[in-house]
């Protein structure tokens, strides 16, 4: 059973920066694509950054270009997601997820994944 415990969520002033960190149990990283997902209050989930596990499928949603990255550390198995120049639009709660499939990373919908950690809350406001 994948577990997925996410940590790093808090309180930023905009234009700060934040990493959260998604930490894996039940399964290697490096056979997992992982992806991260937001959702705002009364807004629908939204697919962030998606990679496989060889990142040679990466889906980077376009709010966060040039602004957030994803990153892994096998030895730790953990993912994290580096976030920069945070806007009051990026304010949600933030999600990992994992699944075995590739190409789940291509599509970065929620559908595809099945296994979710618990959020961690984000909030950027001066």
């Known amino acids: 059973q994948v577990q997925l415990v996410e940590s790093g969520g808090g309180l930023v002033q905009p234009g700060g920066s934040l990493r959260l960190a998604c930490s894996v149990s039940?399964?290697?990283?490096?056979?997992?694509?992982i992806g991260w997902f937001r959702q705002a209050p009364g807004k629908a989930r939204e697919g962030v950054i998606c990679?496989?596990?060889?990142?040679?499928?990466?889906y980077i949603g376009d709010s966060v270009k040039g602004r957030f990255t994803a990153s892994r550390d096998d030895a730790r198995n953990t993912a994290y997601l580096q976030m920069s120049d945070l806007r009051p639009e990026d304010t949600a709660i933030y999600y990992c997820?994992?699944?075995?499939?590739?190409?789940?990373?291509?599509?970065?919908?929620?559908?595809?994944?099945?296994?979710w950690g618990q959020g961690t809350q984000v909030s950027v406001s001066s």
């Open positions: 039940g399964n290697t990283l490096d056979y997992l694509t």
């Open positions: 997820a994992a699944d075995t499939w590739g190409d789940a990373a291509k599509y970065c919908d929620g559908v595809y994944f099945g296994h």
């Open positions: 990679t496989s596990y060889d990142f040679t499928r990466t």
